[in-house]
């Protein structure tokens, strides 16, 4: 077995928490039950590591393998990488032409193998229809960095792709050339939405996010709950603002809906438009030029944040139209300029 | 426009009401229920609005004491407004400023003295209390009790601007720079 393969093989067997190891090693399928069965999970990592090693050198494990078990463990930690997004389109004559996953892959690697002389891809189909594809970049001359792969899922029935942030700016072309390329589609582009949760992400662009479910036990009437009848509410306490509490509950309502919120982590806003000030004279009111501005909102979860503000009293109702257009425009990066 | 009376209702035996103004309902939610833990002999009635003025209704009892409970993080330009509808003679004694949030600074957007100065305008006296914090909350709600009783006239010997003088901080804010 390769010096890389095995070193790569070790770190990896070291990062995956001792929970999950089982689980991750069957989805990899490379080592056998009963291989498995011999070794003794309840050691220490590092010798635990070792032991593993030693099992796939028995079964000689190769460079496909090891980026096999690296595209498994990025599958479960995929929250570890942040994802682009990237829309292709074909042309306005083309026909749609059958897919051919098996011959995509081949034309994929085909593409990059002709430019880049060193590069090891590899793939694993994942459920509708969407493969895993793990890129590790070299030049002419030198090895793949298998350390810093890019990941790209591509659902095959659609013209979306999802790609790790990549620290090789360089290969982005490339990549982009050969995804295009290999689907049979004639342009790509990046949309300006961007996140750790690959899953929000598919909800938002495939729209899937505002599906609501009926279930046994239909939850009760706006009316009721935004009043928050409770048995256990202290009839001493009176709200004064009923109405306009129910006032912002049905317009927060109205702007995200009933369903839980797509996870984004920030929304960022640049500015370039003009200062404009109400109090008549000021440095940097009458210039021509635009006032450079860039807003950014973080939060572990910005949709449901931004959803709680008015309810919460922070912010008034109804919500600023570019704060509540991100899940149905698909974007958290907007560019503002002056109309 | 609609204003706030003190004297324009008849008062209900025994009974003490008190207003609490802020835009953070989950805030004045938990004050309210930290006020009526408090053992007190009149029956207590706590009103939670966002601002003033109050929709008109003809149930509400005679109001003892107004609470406006405002945050360093957020602006008062509310309060500001809901102030324009309180009537003038409910500044002898019977509203009361409180201030929560100071303890966090890289999140004040309001500065100390502004409310100081605000206070100082209206007369009217100004706490300081971190409201998050359970034992401070509940210390605050002791006092703010304790007002609300004075200021229905339970407490004998005592009204609200007698109080109000003991509570007089001896000079105005510093003015800013």
């Known amino acids: 077995m390769d010096e890389t393969v095995a070193e790569f093989i070790r770190r990896t067997i070291l990062k995956i928490p001792v929970c999950e190891m089982m689980t991750i090693l069957k989805t990899w399928n490379f080592l056998s039950e009963s291989q498995l069965q011999t070794v003794n999970f309840r050691q220490r990592k590092e010798s635990l590591a070792q032991d593993l090693l030693l099992l796939c050198e028995e079964k000689c494990a190769t460079v496909q393998d090891m980026a096999l078990l690296d595209i498994v463990y990025t599958q479960v930690h995929r929250h570890q990488k942040l994802w682009n997004v990237f829309q292709m389109s074909k042309g306005p004559d083309e026909d749609v032409d059958l897919f051919d996953m098996e011959q995509f892959k081949i034309s994929f690697k085909k593409i990059l193998q002709r430019a880049l002389k060193n590069v090891t891809v590899s793939f694993r189909d994942a459920e509708k229809n969407a493969v895993w594809i793990r890129v590790a970049w070299g030049t002419q001359y030198s090895k793949p960095n298998q350390y810093k792969p890019t990941f790209v899922v591509y659902y095959s029935q659609t013209p979306y792709a999802f790609t790790s942030s990549s620290y090789l700016k360089s290969t982005l072309p490339l990549l982009k050339q050969a995804l295009t390329i290999a689907s049979q589609h004639h342009q790509i582009v990046q949309m300006d939405l961007r996140s750790r949760h690959l899953d929000s992400l598919q909800a938002i662009v495939f729209k899937e996010y505002n599906q609501i479910f009926e279930n046994h036990n239909p939850t009760p009437p706006l009316q009721e709950r935004s009043l928050g009848l409770d048995k256990n509410m202290d009839l001493r306490i009176i709200h004064e603002n009923t109405l306009e509490k129910e006032r912002i509950q049905r317009v927060t309502q109205e702007a995200f809906g009933d369903y839980p919120q797509p996870q984004l982590e920030f929304a960022q806003y640049k500015l370039e438009t003009k200062f404009k000030s109400d109090l008549g004279r000021s440095i940097l009111a009458n210039r021509d030029e635009p006032f450079r501005c860039l807003i950014k909102f973080s939060s572990p979860h910005l949709l449901e944040a931004l959803k709680s503000l008015a309810p919460a009293g922070i912010a008034d109702a109804p919500l600023s139209p570019l704060l509540t257009c991100i899940p149905s425009k698909g974007m958290n990066y907007f560019k503002i300029r002056d109309k | ?177």
């Open chain 2, 1 to 177: 426009m609609s204003v706030l009376r003190p004297m324009d209702k008849l008062p209900d035996l025994n009974k003490a009401t008190v207003l609490l103004v802020s835009t953070e309902d989950a805030l004045l939610q938990q004050l309210a229920d930290s006020m009526l833990k408090e053992d007190c002999a009149s029956e207590l009635r706590v009103h939670l609005t966002k601002s003033l003025p109050l929709p008109s209704s003809v149930a509400r009892p005679r109001i003892d004491l107004i609470v406006f409970v405002i945050t360093l993080h957020s602006s008062f330009q509310n309060v500001e407004e809901s102030l324009h509808h309180v009537d003038s003679n409910f500044f002898l004694g019977k509203v009361c400023f409180l201030v929560t949030g100071a303890g966090r600074d890289s999140h004040c957007s309001v500065h100390r003295n502004t409310v100081a100065k605000l206070a100082h305008t209206y007369r009217s006296p100004l706490l300081f209390c971190d409201l998050e914090v359970e034992s401070f909350r509940a210390t605050v709600a002791q006092r703010l009790v304790r007002m609300l009783q004075i200021c229905a006239g339970h407490v004998p010997g005592v009204s609200g601007l007698n109080l109000l003088s003991l509570m007089r901080s001896p000079s105005p804010p510093p003015e800013e720079l």
